[in-house]
T-cell receptor, first 111, second 113 residues
């Protein structure tokens, strides 16, 4: 069973600080996604990465897929209170459209 | 519709009762997924439909859980003889087949008392 471990589990930072969230597995993924989820809502897709070493930017968020396609990171620059939420990575292996979700990182940005 | 719609948004039921949870996907999305999310955890895969058929039901925890999608659009997740451990948020998502990424609904919060 593939398992996606995220770290840290919880993160509380001040507005303006930078942070990085990690997503690690022993499995190789054909694609990996990052979602953000707010209370009472479903996860919302932020980005999909498919190529080893790929880097994508979404405003203040930078996503990287590991060269071996087993891990990924999400870096937020100058965090804002609006970034508060549960960040989830999700991966799929070749031949399936089923995504396996990570354990989640709960981020709180204090004003 | 514009998004994935799930009803009801909240359901409280007594242990041993039967419940049905409904998912109305985005029009034209052929793939539909059910996930279950416990408090503080990531979503856990239950079942995936491609059209009317279940392409992968390996995540259903036991035979009390069943899902259908008879016309390839709306899906119903059915839970028989509910147990307190079934309490969770049940999430539905849809996508175009082969597309990256899902669109999730807001979920149904099921509480078994």
């Amino acid at each position: 069973t593939q398992l996606l471990e995220q770290s840290p589990q919880f993160l509380s930072i001040q507005e303006g600080e930078n942070l990085t969230v990690y997503c690690n597995s022993s499995s190789v993924f054909s694609s990996l996604q990052w979602y953000r989820q707010e209370p009472g809502e479903g996860p919302v897709l932020l980005v999909t990465v498919v190529t080893g070493g790929e880097v994508k930017k979404l405003k203040r968020l930078t996503f990287q897929f590991g060269d071996a396609r087993k891990d990924s990171s999400l870096h937020i620059t100058a965090a804002q209170p609006g970034d508060t939420g549960l960040y989830l990575c999700a991966g799929t292996t070749s031949g399936t459209y089923k995504y396996i979700f990570g354990t989640g990182t709960r981020l709180k940005v204090l004003a | 519709g514009a998004g994935v719609s799930q009803t009801p948004s909240n359901k409280v039921t007594e242990k041993g009762k039967y419940v049905e949870l409904r998912c109305d996907p985005i029009s034209g999305h052929t793939a539909l997924y059910w996930y279950r999310q416990s408090l503080g955890q990531g979503p856990e895969f239950l079942i995936y439909f491609q059209g009317t058929g279940a392409a992968d039901d390996s995540g259903l925890p036991n035979d009390r859980f069943f899902a259908v999608r008879p016309e390839g659009s709306v899906s119903t997740l059915k839970i028989q003889r509910t147990e307190r451990g079934d309490s969770a948020v049940y999430l539905c998502a849809s996508s175009l087949i082969g597309a990256y990424g899902y669109t999730f609904g807001s979920g149904t919060r099921l509480t078994v008392v």
